[in-house]
C-alpha cells in the first residue's frame, strides 16, 4: 500500500492505496464519487475522463499513485462552473444524452474543447470528440450543444 | 480488467531510477505516462513486480535548443508539442504529428519517450523519428549511450533498448527554415492507430530528400532518396519502396501502403 494525498474537487484527501488502483475506481471506491464511469478500462471509449492537472484525463490508466500530489476534478466538481452550466443546458437542449453513461466523459472533453479551441468548427468538434465513444445519440446532439456553446461565447 | 499487483516507486533521481531497474532483474518497467504500459496492464498482458515512475525526473524533462538539433526530454509530451510549448525541430510537423496522436486525454499524459520505446510499428514518433535521422539518447547503472531511431527497433514492438536502460532524451536534427515535408497517416477514424503511414523531407540546404513507408511490421522502411517524388509521383519507385517495406503487392496492406505515399506526394507538392 502507498499513501497519496491528492485534491479532488477542491477537497485534499488523503488516502492509502494499492499501486495498481486506477484512477478512476480510486475516485469511485474511495471517495464515492460515482459521476465517473468506467467504459472499456483501456484507454478507448473515454467514458472515465476526468480532470488531472487543469487538462482531461483517462483515469482508467492513470494509476492512484501516480497522480500523487496532483488537483483532480470530477464531474461532481464542476457545479459551480459557468462552462460546465451552459454544456449541461446545450446538452439538454440539443438532446446531446440518451442513457447518459458516455456523458461525465463527454462534458469533461466537451469543456475542453470548449476552453481551448473556441474557433473550433464542426470538423474540429468532431475530430476532438474522436476519443469519446457514444453508443446512443449518433453525435449530431452532442456535436450541436459545443457548438451552441462555442457559439454563445463569441457574443 | 484489473492488473496484476505491483510495486511502485517514483525516485527523484535518475541514477536512483537506473539502479531500482538493473535491481529488479528483469521483473521493473519503467512507467512514463502510461497510455501504452497502463492498457497492457490492465489487460495483464505483462505483470511487472515493479513500476518505476520517471515523470518526476528532472533529467528527463525540458527541452535543450543546440545550433544544429533540438533535444527533447523524453518525457515531454504529445499535449506540449501539440501546443508549441516546446520548439519544433522540424518546421511543424512535429506539431502536426503530435495533433494526430490518440486523443487530448491521452496526449496530455504520454510522452515521446514512452512512445519510443514501446515502439509500436504504426506509432506515430517512431516513424518521424526514423524520417528525421533523430537520436534516442539512454541512461542505465552501466553508463550512457545513443542509438539512432534508424537502429531503434530490431523487430515487432521489440527494441535495443536494454532491460536496464532509461531513454533520457531525443535528439532531433534542426530541419532548415525552407525545409519541405509532408506526413500521411490513414486511418479509419482520428486518433486510432495508422494503418499506413508515409512521409517524406526536403531540405536542400541539408542536402536531404527521403522518406519512409511506415506502420509495417516492425521498422519504419526507409526510402533512401526520395527525389523521384518531389513534384511528380514516380508509381515504378512508388510500387518498389511499398514492396520494399514488407507489402505482397495485391494485398489491402499494400494498398493502403501505397495510397498513403501517393498522399504524401501530392502534400509535399501542394
Ligand atoms: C486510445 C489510445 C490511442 C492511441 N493512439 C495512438 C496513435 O494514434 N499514435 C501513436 O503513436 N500512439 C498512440 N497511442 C499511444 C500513446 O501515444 C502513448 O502515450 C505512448 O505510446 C506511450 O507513452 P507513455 O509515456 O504513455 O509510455 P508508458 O505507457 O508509460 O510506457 C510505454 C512503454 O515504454 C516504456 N518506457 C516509458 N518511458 C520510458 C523511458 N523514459 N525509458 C525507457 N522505457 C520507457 C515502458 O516501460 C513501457 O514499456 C494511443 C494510446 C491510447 C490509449
Ligand atoms: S474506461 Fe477509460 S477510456 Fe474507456
Ligand atoms: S448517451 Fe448513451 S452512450 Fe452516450
Known amino acids: ?155 | 480488467m484489473k492488473p496484476a499487483k505491483f510495486d511502485y516507486e517514483k525516485p527523484r533521481h535518475l541514477d536512483d531510477a537506473a539502479k531500482l531497474l538493473a535491481g529488479a532483474n528483469g521483473e521493473g518497467k519503467i512507467i512514463a505516462g502510461g497510455q501504452s504500459l497502463g492498457p497492457i496492464l490492465n489487460l495483464r498482458l505483462a505483470q511487472p513486480a515493479l513500476l518505476i515512475d520517471v515523470r518526476g525526473l528532472t533529467e528527463l524533462s525540458g527541452v535543450k535548443e543546440e545550433r544544429d538539433a533540438i533535444v527533447y526530454g523524453a518525457t515531454t509530451t504529445h499535449a506540449a508539442i501539440e501546443d508549441g510549448r516546446v520548439p519544433d525541430a522540424a518546421n511543424g510537423l512535429l506539431r502536426k504529428v503530435a495533433r494526430g496522436i490518440a486523443y487530448r486525454a491521452v496526449r496530455n499524459r504520454g510522452t515521446l519517450g514512452g512512445s519510443l520505446a514501446h515502439a509500436d510499428p504504426a506509432a506515430d514518433w517512431l516513424n518521424v523519428m526514423v524520417l528525421l535521422d533523430a537520436d534516442i539518447e539512454l541512461f542505465s547503472a552501466r553508463g550512457k549511450r545513443s542509438v539512432r531511431a534508424t537502429a531503434l527497433v530490431d523487430g515487432p514492438l521489440s527494441t535495443v533498448i536494454g532491460a536496464d536502460e532509461i531513454v533520457t532524451s531525443i535528439r532531433v536534427p534542426k530541419l532548415s527554415p525552407k525545409a519541405r515535408w509532408s506526413y500521411y497517416k490513414f486511418n479509419r477514424k482520428p486518433g486510432e492507430f495508422a494503418e499506413a503511414i508515409a512521409a517524406l523531407v526536403v531540405d536542400e540546404v541539408r542536402g536531404l530528400a527521403r522518406g519512409i513507408v511506415g506502420a509495417t511490421a516492425a521498422a519504419p522502411s526507409p526510402i533512401a532518396d526520395a527525389r523521384p517524388f518531389i513534384g511528380a509521383f514516380d508509381p515504378t519507385k512508388a510500387a518498389h519502396a511499398v514492396t520494399a517495406a514488407g507489402f505482397l503487392a495485391g494485398s489491402y496492406e499494400y494498398q493502403v501502403h501505397l495510397v498513403a505515399l501517393k498522399r504524401a506526394v501530392m502534400q509535399l507538392s501542394s
Open chain 1, 1 to 155: 500500500m502507498k499513501t497519496i494525498s491528492i485534491t479532488v474537487n477542491g477537497k485534499p484527501a488523503q488516502a492509502s492505496v494499492e499501486p495498481r488502483t486506477n484512477l478512476a475506481d480510486f475516485v469511485r471506491e474511495h471517495l464515492h464519487l460515482t459521476g465517473t464511469n468506467i467504459g472499456c478500462e483501456h484507454g478507448v471509449c473515454g467514458a472515465c475522463t476526468i480532470e488531472v492537472d487543469g487538462g482531461p484525463a483517462r483515469s482508467c490508466i492513470a494509476y492512484a499513485v501516480a497522480c500523487d500530489g496532483a488537483t483532480v476534478r470530477t464531474i461532481e466538481g464542476f457545479a459551480a462552473d459557468a462552462t460546465m452550466h451552459a454544456l449541461r443546458e446545450a446538452f439538454s437542449a440539443e438532446h446531446a444524452l440518451q442513457c447518459g453513461y458516455c456523458t461525465p466523459g463527454m462534458l469533461i472533453t466537451a469543456r475542453d474543447i470548449v476552453l481551448r479551441l473556441p474557433d473550433a468548427d464542426d470538423g474540429r468538434v468532431r475530430e476532438e470528440l474522436a476519443g469519446n465513444l457514444c453508443r446512443c445519440t449518433g453525435y449530431v446532439g452532442i456535436v450541436r450543444a459545443i457548438r451552441r456553446v462555442l457559439e454563445q461565447n463569441k457574443l
